[in-house]
């Protein structure tokens, strides 16, 4: 299979097809030219457009990494033949830096008021990973490193608030544990609108109506189809409500209804 049957194969409009462009050219620049190379920082959703897109090119060498385990927007790195994976992403010459900016406790600023100010820098989204509060006063940005001049030098606040930034290692990061829910509750069928209504505590006629108008993704890929089979280990996002895993399908109940236990983020 050659690019552009691959290209044709995996992607699904233009958008996705300039974005797995550029990964192939990624991957030959590792490949072909023995040069360490990486993508922009990638969605959750683009993140599994590339993972099927190398699937279906033989899964060649290649490792998602944002900066700290579970983080939510990662780069895809393409090591050359003669690098080990250890440390490629984590030292200090990696792809990858991280800022800790300091403002008054009472600010009260939020992900939205940081994101708005440092792509008012003229950074685009591509080049900023996860942004992190970890505590009253404290926020930490992970970036790709090119764009670090550009932090340390020109960031100088958020919303009406002055903030003062400085580099940190990666190991600094501090992510706050996720906030879940735990669901019990048992399906007919585990199909997709069934599992979102149990996910959502919605209807089933109001969860396929959400599927119908695009706004349920499975596995972070929008999903119109409501009789998808959902599977243990799945994810399901719904724009406006969040998201849901389901952590497990213990069997079926004596009534021969679906167990799940789903997991949703607060």
Sequence with gaps: MNKKELLDRCAR??????????VLDKLELAQGRGVPAHTPFLSP????????????????????????????????????????????????????????????????LTHRDVLGALMGLGLNRELLGDILL???????????????????????????WRVSAAEIALDRLAPRPAQVKT??????????????AACFSLSRGKAAAL??????????????KADRQVAEGDTITCRGLGKCVVREVPGQSK????MLII???L
């Design 183 to 196: 669901i019990r509750d048992t399906v007919a069928t585990p199909r997709l609108d069934a599992v979102t």
């Design 211 to 224: 599927i119908g108008a695009g706004r349920v993704s499975l596995n972070h890929r929008e999903c119109l």
């Design 13 to 22: 409009d233009g958008e996705e097809r300039m974005l797995l462009a550029r």
């Design 45 to 108: 959703g683009e993140q599994a457009s590339v993972t099927d897109l190398l699937n279906a090119w033989g899964r060649p060498r290649h490792l998602f990494w944002g900066g700290y385990p579970d983080s939510e927007r990662r780069i895809c790195v393409f090591p050359a033949d003669w690098q080990e994976e250890d440390g490629i992403c984590t030292g200090p010459e990696g792809p990858l830096a991280a800022l800790e900016a300091r403002f008054p406790p009472d600010a009260a």
């Design 263 to 265: 997991e949703r983020y």
């Design 255 to 258: 009534k021969g209804r679906t």
């Design 134 to 160: 970890p505590q009253p006063g404290l926020c930490q940005v992970v970036a790709l490193r090119e764009s670090l001049p550009i932090l340390l030098s020109q960031w100088e606040g958020a919303g009406r």
